[in-house]
């Protein structure tokens, strides 16, 4: 049996041209919610187990949005670049991270050259994203405390310009 083996070359592959075939492949995936058998040429079948199945479902829904999907393993180990790129922010931005132990990072010997692990990079966002909401819902409460609601939009401006003032 042979083994498939992702490597930092591998490209990410485009929808297909044929919008129609991938329409009906999502739509097919849409109306089954359980996993389906996979059909060889030769006649054979084999059943999909559920992990590859939601795998399927999540590659079929992005390429009939248009989107290009790249399958990589969590344990890929990306440059800096490739983080920040990942992260929407600036590489000096993500060093700066690194430096106070935000990231975990590995530097490859004598090197100077530091790689993450992608399951590290993705952790790190979704902290980000939680430390985000709560600041949000925090902020939310506040507003609805002090009545922020219920002013209009010149009394509420006058209210922040009095509290940046004040501050």
Do not use: W
Not at 11 to 19: E, G, K, Q, S
Not at 90 to 106: A, D, F, G, M, N
């Amino acid at each position: 049996m042979s083994q498939a083996t992702i490597t930092r070359n591998e490209r990410p592959v485009l929808p297909p041209a044929d919008f129609e075939a991938m329409l009906r492949v999502s739509t097919f995936l849409e109306q089954h919610p359980e996993p389906a058998l996979l059909l060889g040429p030769d006649g054979q079948q084999v059943p999909l187990p559920l992990e590859v199945y939601e795998i399927l479902v999540k590659v079929a829904a992005a390429m009939r949005a248009g989107q290009a999907v790249s399958v990589t393993p969590l344990s890929q180990r990306l440059t800096t670049q490739e983080a920040a790129d990942l992260l929407g922010i600036s590489r000096p931005t993500l060093v700066k991270l690194l430096s106070e132990h935000q990231i975990p990072y590995e530097q490859d010997g004598q090197r100077r050259h530091r790689r993450l692990r992608l399951c590290d990079v993705l952790e790190y966002a979704e902290r980000r994203r939680i430390e985000r909401r709560l600041r949000l819902d925090e902020m939310t409460r506040q507003a609805v405390d002090d009545d922020l609601y219920s002013m209009s939009a010149t009394d509420y401006t006058a209210a922040l310009t009095a509290a940046r003032r004040d501050h």
